[in-house]
């Protein structure tokens, strides 16, 4: 991408601007990031087993996995296919998850304090992890 960059005959040939090329580079720096959190959130996933939080607060964690899962995906073909009304929808995502979010906080509170932390810990990295997703569908526009 630097390459392209300081040679602006190659960005032609290649048929990527260098403003295109900022984007990519933007794009894989989020996605090394969203798998950096990936590896927090099972560590920390592993140690709530043997911890055993509430069935209830893994569930509920369970759905949060599932909707980051999508927007996520989402993220990933909006960038792709620079698909703006996609990339909207990963936005829009956070309307489902932010309720989610505290009730997974106050479901959490039932649970001794070590579970509570590790709880608390697991859902801060899954939120980072929805950010970066918005962030990375907002390169779309």
Same mark, same amino acid.
């Given at each position: 991408m630097? $390459?392209?960059?300081?040679?602006?005959?190659?960005?032609? *040939?290649?048929?990527?601007?260098?403003?295109?090329?900022?984007d990519?580079?933007?794009?894989?720096?989020?996605?090394? $990031?969203?798998?950096?959190?990936?590896?927090?959130?099972?560590l920390? $996933?592993?140690?709530?087993?043997?911890?055993?939080?509430?069935?209830?607060v893994?569930k509920?964690?369970?759905?949060?996995?599932?909707?980051?899962?999508?927007?996520h995906?989402k993220?990933?073909?909006?960038?792709?296919? *620079?698909?703006?009304?996609?990339?909207?929808?990963?936005?829009?995502?956070r309307?489902?998850?932010?309720?989610?979010?505290? $009730?997974?906080e106050?479901?959490? *509170?039932?649970?001794?304090?070590a579970?509570?932390?590790?709880i608390?810990?697991?859902?801060s990295?899954?939120?980072?992890t929805y950010?970066?997703?918005?962030d990375?569908?907002?390169?779309?526009?």
């Open positions: 630097r $390459t392209i960059i300081q040679n602006p005959s190659l960005s032609e *040939k290649l048929g990527i601007s260098p403003i295109e090329c900022l990519y580079r933007l794009a894989a720096s989020l996605i090394e $990031t969203i798998g950096d959190l990936s590896v927090k959130i099972a920390k $996933t592993l140690e709530l087993n043997k911890m055993k939080a509430s069935e209830d893994q509920l964690m369970g759905s949060l996995q599932k909707i980051i899962f999508a927007a995906k993220a990933l073909q909006a960038f792709i296919n *620079k698909d703006i009304i996609l990339a909207d929808k990963v936005r829009k995502i309307v489902e998850l932010e309720p989610l979010f505290i $009730t997974v106050n479901a959490s *509170k039932k649970n001794p304090v579970v509570l932390l590790q608390l810990a697991t859902i990295f899954m939120r980072q950010e970066n997703c918005v990375l569908a907002d390169l779309v526009v």
